[in-house]
């Protein structure tokens, strides 16, 4: 099976707010860019190696129960990010996963992004229900 993979921008959301506020200069922002995100149905949340969750300075906010491949565990929650792909910015908080796991675009980014996966071509394309166009469901 192919691998799908994107690039992603991931900013702390809290020092984005400082920045906007003045309280930090647009340059200290912490940020990542990452070249090869695997994109993931089978997995729910934005999921990011403990290095980068440290390199971007999140903070953990909660313990939650996960399923994956190994069975049953736990995964640290962290404080949100702003996650970029193709020009679109959502909000998510981030899932902790260990450092020889790459980072994880699951369903609810790609839902609140409004993009699936092209299964011919092995890209992520904007919504064709929405005409390739960002666009929110209100129903």
């Not at 729910?44 to 996960?66: D, F, N, Q, W």
């Not at 995964?75 to 193709?86: C, F, K, N, P």
Request: with cysteine; glycine share 8%; hydrophobic share 45%.
């Amino acid at each position: 099976m192919e691998r799908i993979v994107t690039e992603a921008l991931i900013e702390n959301a809290e020092d984005l707010w400082a920045a906007n506020r003045g309280l930090l200069l647009a340059e200290l922002v912490r940020r990542v860019v990452v070249t090869d995100a695997l994109v993931g149905t089978g997995a729910t949340l934005l999921s990011l190696p403990t290095r980068m969750i440290h390199e971007l300075g999140l903070s953990r906010t909660a313990t939650k129960r996960v399923t994956s491949s190994i069975g049953l565990g736990e995964a640290s929650m962290y404080e949100a990010v702003r996650l970029t792909i193709q020009g679109r910015t959502c909000t998510m908080d981030v899932m902790e996963v260990p450092d020889s796991v790459p980072v994880l675009i699951g369903q609810l980014p790609l839902e609140h992004l409004d993009f699936v996966i092209d299964s011919r071509n092995l890209v992520l394309i904007g919504n064709p229900a929405h005409g390739g166009e960002h666009v929110y469901e209100l129903f």
